[in-house]
């Protein structure tokens, strides 16, 4: 049940696009179709943004898209705006556990 | 909407109960987990349990400490706490799955503070 590696920090102008990566093993993110992400905004609870890899729940922008091969799942922002500032994590299912990635800080320069 | 209480502070040692109120949803038909986040740091997954309380999973670092029940005749999940240690110091949320490692509704979570 190691955390998944993200990338501490990515940046990018607004207008722009970020990718964000997540690597897990062939334990979670590589057996499964089950990695979600998160947006959390300092002092909030955190918000689903992808489930099931490339899932969009209700009410989330297209902007926002996800992907996955072998073991590395990807988030990516496209469009960047202000409020897309944030902390973002990943989330895979493991069979019997769920395990959270390490968190990557989004700056909107 | 999910409503966490229980939250305070505890010796080390001590033990806490957590709970979660659930409203807006048929709460029986959705595991709910317990996740939480240390002061500064990412989240950590804890704990699921399914809807009819058939199967339970924990975390390597709460699996012995912490257990997780549910009673869905008052829509509620609970996390019992013992044997807590420094490194427990974090707020809780309790989340809604929707799928697998998908958590769709979250509360605003509860402190817990463990220190002498």
């Known amino acids: 049940q190691s955390a998944l590696t993200q990338p501490p920090s990515a940046s990018g102008s607004p207008g722009q696009s970020v990718t964000i990566s997540c690597t897990g093993t062939s334990s979670d993110v590589g057996g499964y179709n089950h990695v979600s992400w998160y947006q959390q905004h300092p002092g909030k609870a955190p918000k689903l943004m992808i489930f099931d890899v490339s899932e969009r729940p209700s009410g989330v922008p297209d902007r926002f898209s996800g992907s996955k091969s072998g073991n590395t799942a990807s988030l990516t922002v496209s469009g960047l705006q202000a409020d897309d500032e944030a902390d973002y994590y990943c989330?895979?299912?493991?069979?019997?556990?769920?395990?959270f990635g390490t968190g990557t800080k989004v700056t909107v320069l | 909407q999910l409503v966490e209480s229980g939250g305070g502070l505890v010796q080390p040692g001590g033990s806490l109960r957590l709970s979660c109120a659930a409203s807006?949803?048929?709460?029986?038909?959705?595991?709910m987990s317990w996740v939480r986040q240390a002061p500064g740091k990412g989240l950590e997954w804890v704990s699921a349990i399914s809807g009819g309380s058939e199967v339970t999973y924990y975390g390597d670092s709460v699996k012995g400490r912490f257990t997780t029940f549910r009673d869905n005749s008052k829509n509620t999940v609970f996390l019992q706490m013992n044997s807590l240690r420094a490194d427990d110091t974090a707020l809780y949320y309790c989340?809604?799955?929707?799928?697998?490692?998908?958590?769709?509704?979250w509360g605003q979570g509860t402190m817990v503070t463990v220190s002498s």
């Open positions: 989330c895979s299912y493991g069979g019997t556990y769920n395990v």
């Open positions: 807006g949803f048929t709460f029986i038909s959705y595991a």
């Open positions: 989340a809604k799955h929707i799928l697998h490692g998908s958590f769709d509704i």
